[in-house]
C-alpha cells in the first residue's frame, strides 16, 4: 500500500477539464469517455455506503471468464465498503460530506480501478498497523482486509480533498 | 438389610443464548448487534451462541462486534460459541483474520450447545 504526500494537481490534470468537478478527483479518474465505466455519488452515511460495493460488484458480474466469481465479488464488495465506511467515520468525523466513486475496467487485462473520493480530513494510512492475527483484537481489520483484498491501494491526500485509488487485476479464466 | 446412600443432588442449568444475525452484520447493522449482546449482559447472560449461518456479509465493524462480545462473555465468565457461516466468502474471510482461532468453530447450533 502506497502513501503519496499532496500531489501538484496542475501537473497531473494535463489536458484534462478540471472545470466540471474537483481538481484531484477529474486528474485521477480514468477517461470518462470509456463506455465500461461507472460513477456512483452518495451521502457519506453508513445507511448508504453499500451502495458502493454493490454497484462495483453489479459492474463485473457478467464479466465472461471471471474466475471465482462469488469470491471475487464478495472481496471487491467487501474492500469497498471497508473503505468507504473509513471515509465516512473517519475523514467526515466531524462534518458531513459525500463520497463519489468510479469504477473502470481496462481491456485486455481486465484489470479494474476504482477511485473513492471525499472531501474530509486526510489522514496517513501507513501509520495503522495490522491487527495481531489470532489474537483478542476488536479493531484494526479494516485497512488490514483491503491490503489483502485488492492488488494495489494508494491513498492521496490534497487540500481539501482524498483519493483512494484501488486496482484489482480480475482473473479472468482463457478458456472462456 | 442396607440403608439408602446418602446423598446430595444439585442440578446446574446454564443459560445459553443463541444471536443469529440474518442478513448484513456491517458498520450499520453492528450497532443494533451491540445493543441487543448489551442487553443480554445486563440480564446475566454470559454464554451465547452466535450463529452466522445466515449472515451473507461480514465486515470489519460486525467482527470488531463479534470480539466485544466474546470478550462480554468472558469478563462476566462465560464463552462464546461461533457457528460457521455457509457463505463460503465470509468463511475465507473469517480463516483470513484467524477468527476461526479467536473463536470456538462450531458447524452447528446444537453442536455448539452442546459444547458448554
Given amino acids: 500500500m502506497s502513501y503519496q504526500a499532496a500531489p501538484d494537481v496542475n501537473q497531473m490534470a494535463d489536458n484534462r477539464d478540471l472545470s466540471s468537478n474537483s481538481g484531484l478527483a477529474s486528474a485521477i479518474e480514468p477517461n470518462s469517455a470509456s463506455a465500461d465505466m461507472i460513477i456512483v455519488d452518495i451521502p457519506a452515511d453508513l445507511r448508504y455506503v453499500n451502495i458502493l460495493g454493490a454497484a462495483v460488484s453489479a459492474f463485473v458480474v457478467n464479466i465472461e471468464g471471471l474466475v471465482d466469481r462469488e469470491a471475487t465479488l464478495y472481496n471487491l464488495e467487501l474492500a469497498i465498503q471497508e473503505v468507504s465506511v473509513n471515509i465516512a467515520t473517519h475523514a467526515y468525523a466531524i462534518y458531513p460530506g459525500r463520497i463519489r466513486m468510479s469504477a473502470a475496467l481496462s481491456h485486455p487485462l481486465q484489470q479494474l480501478t476504482i477511485i473513492l473520493h471525499d472531501t474530509g480530513v486526510s489522514f496517513n494510512p501507513t501509520e495503522v498497523p495490522d491487527p495481531a492475527l489470532g489474537e483478542l483484537q476488536e479493531h484494526g481489520y479494516g485497512l488490514f482486509l483491503v491490503r489483502q483484498l485488492i492488488d494495489e491501494v494508494e491513498y492521496i491526500p490534497a487540500a481539501g480533498e482524498n483519493i483512494w485509488k484501488l486496482i484489482k487485476n480480475l482473473p479472468i479464466s482463457r478458456a472462456a | ?116
Fill in chain 2, 1 to 116: 438389610m442396607t440403608t439408602a446412600t446418602s446423598m446430595n443432588i444439585r442440578e446446574d442449568v446454564i443459560r445459553i443464548v443463541t444471536i443469529v444475525p440474518e442478513g448484513r452484520l456491517d458498520a450499520f447493522s453492528a450497532a443494533a448487534f451491540r445493543a441487543k449482546v448489551h442487553e443480554l449482559m445486563a440480564n446475566n447472560i454470559k454464554h451465547l451462541v452466535l450463529d452466522l449461518s445466515q449472515t451473507p456479509f461480514l465486515d470489519s465493524a460486525g467482527m470488531a462486534a463479534l470480539v466485544s462480545a466474546l470478550k462480554q462473555c468472558r469478563q462476566q465468565g462465560g464463552d462464546v460459541r461461533m457457528v460457521w457461516p455457509q457463505a463460503e466468502p465470509v468463511k475465507r474471510i473469517l480463516a483470513l483474520t484467524k477468527f476461526d482461532r479467536v473463536f470456538a468453530m462450531k458447524m452447528s447450533v446444537e453442536e455448539a450447545v452442546a459444547s458448554f
